[in-house]
């Protein structure tokens, strides 16, 4: 298993995974300081509430896009909820103490069970009735829509207990949510694309260059696998010392962002289409995320440690 391809694939993977790294911690520092969890989280209940039909989630132009990510304002209530008079008690559903979050900041999490409690408690109409026959009333006053349909099945289905009704909403609830968790996770993956890009671009880590040196290089290519051997269980500690890897990424001192390729690195110019390949193919590679290539790192040091199979009479077969 000792194979140049084998060397030059456990490097090019080590380069990935630290890339990953570095691009992954980015994206959460930006996802955290824009509180993207929270605004998932309301946008993707106010979709559960809305009073209209086949409302999806979605932004309505690039605009409502950028604010959703990157203001540091509160965000506002969904349009359908919030200009909808008959839908006030759905509007409340979002005021509810269980659904907010600290004051300066949306929850990130919100269980189904607070959920179907801040719900219940907001359909309730104050009335001497039992709980269950208040929330039924107050559904049947609400506007027409998809969430009317969705309640009156589930008080249907219930048939008077109350128990069952909330857990009816939970489990709607949980499902929607692992919907929503999925939405978020594509959209995370193609920020995380485009980081992934702009980080190849700038620190200039070029996987057609990387290929090629590694593939000419054997002592550098040799440094790299036993590097990544040494730091594959904390491969974190692998970008205290970046600088000093044998890896040919970055640029030559002195270089123009649009100089031709030289000596170890590759070329800046915008012209130079293996350049630009090997930012993509990199960017693509980021965008996998530290968990897989240190996974699949992680197999094929383990492969490579086994060493070859023995033959039929206990001799060891020389490595492919």
Same mark, same amino acid.
């Given at each position: 298993?000792? =194979? ?24 959460? #520092? ?8 929270? =605004? ?11 009073? #209209?039909?086949? =409302? /999806? ?59 179907? @409690? ?19 009333? @107050?559904?049947? #006053? ?10 009156? /099945? ?5 048939? !008077? ?37 702009? /980080? ?62 030289? !000596? ?17 193919? =990199? ?23 086994? !060493? ?7 001799? #060891?077969?020389?490595?492919?």
């Amino acid at each position: 298993m000792g =194979t140049p391809v084998v060397g030059v694939a456990i490097g090019l993977m080590f380069t990935y995974l630290i890339m990953a790294l570095i691009v992954s911690s980015i994206n959460e #520092t930006i996802a955290g300081v824009f509180q993207w969890r929270g =605004t998932y989280l309301l946008k993707g209940i106010g979709v559960l509430l809305s009073v #209209t039909s086949d =409302t /999806a989630f979605s932004w309505s132009n690039l605009g409502e896009w950028a604010s959703a990510h990157f203001s540091r304002a509160m965000p506002r209530l969904p349009t359908h909820l919030a200009q909808s008079a008959d839908a006030q008690k759905l509007r409340d559903v979002l005021n509810h103490p269980l659904l907010k979050g600290n004051p300066a900041g949306l929850p990130s999490y919100v269980p189904a069970r607070d959920f179907s @409690t801040a719900l219940l408690d907001t359909l309730r109409d104050g009335s001497a009735s039992p709980v269950f026959s208040q929330v039924e009333k @107050t559904i049947s #006053t609400l506007p027409d829509g998809d969430i009317k349909r969705i309640l009156t /099945a589930f008080v249907q289905d219930a048939g !008077g207990d109350l128990d069952k009704l909330r857990a009816r909403i939970e489990t709607w609830f949980n499902d929607a949510m692992d919907r929503l968790s999925g939405i978020y996770k594509r959209n995370s993956q193609a920020f995380l694309l485009l980081l992934g890009l702009l /980080a190849a671009i700038v620190i200039n880590v070029d996987s057609v260059h990387l290929a090629t040196s590694l593939w000419s290089q054997p002592d550098a290519r040799a440094k790299i696998v036993a590097q990544a051997q040494s730091q594959l269980s904390k491969p974190e500690d692998a970008l205290k010392d970046l600088n000093n890897l044998p890896l040919p990424i970055g640029r030559a001192s002195g270089a123009s962002f649009f100089g031709e390729p030289s !000596g170890q690195h590759s070329g800046w110019c915008g012209w130079n289409w293996w350049t630009i390949l090997g930012w993509l193919i =990199t960017a693509v590679a980021v965008s996998l995320g530290a968990p897989f290539w240190f996974g699949l790192l992680q197999n094929i040091m383990n492969l490579r440690n086994a !060493g070859p199979p023995p033959g039929k009479d206990g001799s #060891t077969t020389p490595a492919p």
